[in-house]
């Protein structure tokens, strides 16, 4: 993690790159939430989102879940190896486990998601 | 408020292993403790280690015992032999009265006979559906002759499961028990002392491998446990939770109250002919079995195997051309074949194996041809 990463309460990351993109995935609690993952379907590059909108969705044994979009903007890359290979979400899901990249609207729309420390207290205050 | 949730007297150990806890028909239970692929594949390579206590144990005892069930359940009790046990149906009212249906389905067996040579017998029926069974067969009891009893909350009830299960549970017996255990027949059963306390073995189960289930008190349940899980460990059994539990349920094509078996169901639609012991008996629904017996009707139970691992859900609508024609009962991965699959009710006329539906999952239909059930069977 990177000081500059940034968190959704729905357990996304953000973290801005030098290019103006920014990369999303979803963070190491998620992962470790939902365990025993066997699907993934990612957006089409060019697709516009919302923040909030779905993005896509994983599933894992139990259940199936969405991923949010943490911030507005156009979807410009996607992680098209991962879908085939979810166990490296496991292994490094804030690097090689990105699943897209996003031009955001207004890279200011980043500081209304959690940083690393409010984050860190969200997940302390989940149920285990 | 909910009630607090029932603890089995296995609670403390699931959390302190990373049990994750769920409320599953009101008892807090261990979803996983890990994996629930790690876990199921444990199952099927070697063992798999099972707090099934949530499951009501109910007794039933005196000299009109047998006639007593005889009357009530849907598979003949009286020719059961002491040792013996028979998957059955629970054919009566749900509380408040109304029509016949199916309460439940359950295990009976013929414990050995009492001191005074009186039958003994016992029934383990589902958690969700404990307390309504239990109503139901307290407001058909006789005046005398017959003691009936729920020991849910005395006992613990520990399966054990997969190709290496027997000799796990052998190597805790002494040697005249374990060639006793070894020797057991499916659905069969026998008093052994296992770890040194005295416990209740039928070769069964719910994961359509070799194994037995146990019971014992319930101040046993630890020790018996914890000497399971040491002389397991090595052969690679595993603490399983409730989420691996219905993955190899469902890969071995088994039922679920409340998913493929419900209230109305038609058994004879669904495979469970084998649940229903009609000539002539009389037990409550008995007349309404003999007639959807006679004049088959209604979707049947079939298994559909997907192409992708995209997993449809209970209520997912199976669709053949556009046109519905069923719903998915129960549907997951399944770890073993590392593909999607499902158990579904479906019209009869696309039924057949081989046949091509899609099942509409979070919208999108997803190609599934049926498949002869079971998913797996054992090797």
Known sequence: MTAAMRFAKSHEWARPEGDGLVTVGISAYAVEALTDLVFMQLPEVGRRVKAGDSLGEI???????????????????????????????????????WMVRIRPDSPAELDTLLDEVAYAALLKSQPH | MSQPLLETPLCRWHESHGGRMVDFAGWKMPVQYGSIVEEHLATRRAAGLFDV????????????????????????????????????????????????????DAIVARDEDAADGSPRLSLVVNASNRERVVGWLSSRLPAAGVRFADRTFQTAMIA????????????????????????????????????GHRAGVSRSGYTGEDGVELVVDAAAAEPVWNALHAAGRPVGLAACGLGARDTLRLEAGMPLYGHELREESDPFAIGLGLGVTLDGRTFPGAERFADLRAHPRGRVRVGLAFDSKRTAREGSSVRQGGREVGTVTSGSFAPSLDRAVAMALVDRDASAPGTQLDVVVREVPQAAHVTPLPFHRRA
């Not at chain 1, 969405?66 to 879908?83: F, H, K, M, R, T």
């Not at chain 2, 054990?160 to 057991?184: F, K, M, S, W, Y």
């Open chain 2, 53 to 104: 206590s949530h499951m009501g144990r109910l007794t039933v005892a005196g000299p009109a015992a047998i006639d007593w069930l005889e009357g009530l359940l849907t598979r003949r009790v009286a020719g059961i032999e002491p040792g013996q046990a028979r998957y059955t149906l629970v054919t009566g009212q749900a509380p408040g009265g109304g029509d016949v249906v199916i309460l439940d």
């Open chain 2, 160 to 195: 054990v499961q997969g190709p290496r299960a027997v000799d796990v549970v052998t190597g805790l017996a002494n040697a005249a028990d374990a060639e006793r255990i070894g020797g057991l027949r499916p659905y069969r059963t026998a008093v052994a002392s296992i770890a």
């Open chain 1, 59 to 97: 599933e894992s044994v139990k259940a199936v879940s969405d991923v949010y979009a943490p911030i507005s903007g156009e979807v410009v890359a996607v992680n098209a190896g991962l879908p085939g290979a979810l166990e490296t979400l496991g292994r490094d899901p804030y690097g090689d486990g």
